[in-house]
């Protein structure tokens, strides 16, 4: 598994200028432009739908978990169906590394670039004085468990996609339609009463919620365990699913 975790991690070393300007500039944009500028105008108006704080308080955990969720899919989905198709795996198949120690050093590097972005994603909420004290650690790993939680899964799937197109559907479709029902930009109980009990069973709400409180210093030990619970889950499964799609993809 570490070897297979190097070998991703010396392509990154070619590659990080590029994902670390985006990991950065990517925040701040949406941090300036939705939680100060779209902010300002939610602040005046409507103070008491986000629980007393200010919108830009409330918006950028919910963004952090929203991005950890789209830097996952995108590398645990693309990233692996290019790997499989003719990439890295191919050339390791022959070798003595088994078809899950591919996926779990794999997934290793996953979690670390999420780990990456959200701390950059944490640094700029810190400038804008967003964030600050443990409250932070605690936010970073609850992001980089929410990308976990999507990446496993994406892997154990991508792993047998033949055509990357299904890859933009499925992050179209199913990935960015949970920004806006999950709690990123605006409270769930704002959602009319009947979706309500949908989004709370979405992985992205769980993140959100995880996110926020901590952010906001109003994290319980019952609700933090209850989120945690369901994304370690989530991980987990798909892990041990990733485990039966990398056997049939690699040595079939």
């Given amino acids: 598994m570490l070897r297979v975790f190097r070998y991703w991690l010396?392509?990154?070393?070619?590659?990080?200028?590029?994902?670390?300007?985006?990991?950065?500039?990517?925040?701040?944009?949406?941090?300036?432009?939705?939680?100060?500028?779209?902010?300002?105008?939610?602040?005046?108006?409507?103070p008491a739908q986000i629980a007393g704080v200010s919108y830009a308080a409330f918006f950028a955990p919910g963004m952090l978990a929203a991005a950890a969720m789209q830097n996952a899919f995108l590398e645990g989905?693309?990233?692996v169906a290019r790997a499989a198709g003719f990439g890295a795996y191919r050339s390791a198949t022959p070798t003595p590394l088994r078809p899950e120690q591919l996926a779990a050093g794999h997934l290793l590097f996953i979690t670390f670039r999420v780990l990456i972005a959200s701390g950059a994603f944490i640094v700029v909420m810190a400038a804008?004085?967003?964030?600050?004290?443990?409250?932070?650690?605690?936010?970073?790993?609850?992001?980089?468990?929410?990308?976990?939680?999507?990446?496993a899964p994406a892997a154990a799937?991508?792993?047998?996609?033949?055509?990357?197109?299904?890859?933009?559907?499925?992050?179209?479709?199913?990935?960015?339609?949970?920004?806006?029902?999950?709690?990123?930009?605006?409270?769930?109980?704002?959602?009319?009463?009947?979706?309500?009990?949908?989004?709370?069973?979405?992985?992205?709400?769980?993140?959100?919620?995880?996110?926020r409180t901590l952010s906001l210093g109003t994290a319980t030990i019952t609700g933090s365990s209850v989120h945690i619970g369901y994304l370690l889950a989530l991980a987990i499964g798909?892990?041990?699913?990733?485990?039966?799609?990398?056997r049939r993809r690699l040595h079939p």
């Fill in 77 to 79: 989905a693309g990233g």
């Fill in 157 to 211: 799937w991508a792993v047998g996609v033949r055509k990357l197109r299904h890859i933009d559907t499925v992050f179209r479709f199913v990935i960015m339609p949970l920004y806006m029902f999950s709690g990123t930009f605006f409270a769930v109980s704002q959602l009319p009463e009947w979706i309500r009990p949908v989004s709370y069973l979405l992985p992205l709400w769980h993140g959100v919620e995880l996110c």
């Fill in 238 to 246: 798909g892990f041990l699913l990733a485990r039966v799609t990398y």
């Fill in 128 to 151: 804008f004085g967003l964030i600050g004290g443990w409250w932070a650690l605690g936010a970073l790993l609850g992001a980089t468990l929410t990308g976990v939680a999507f990446a």
């Fill in 10 to 46: 010396t392509r990154y070393r070619r590659t990080w200028r590029g994902s670390i300007v985006i990991n950065v500039l990517n925040p701040l944009l949406f941090l300036i432009g939705i939680g100060a500028g779209l902010g300002a105008l939610v602040d005046d108006n409507a």
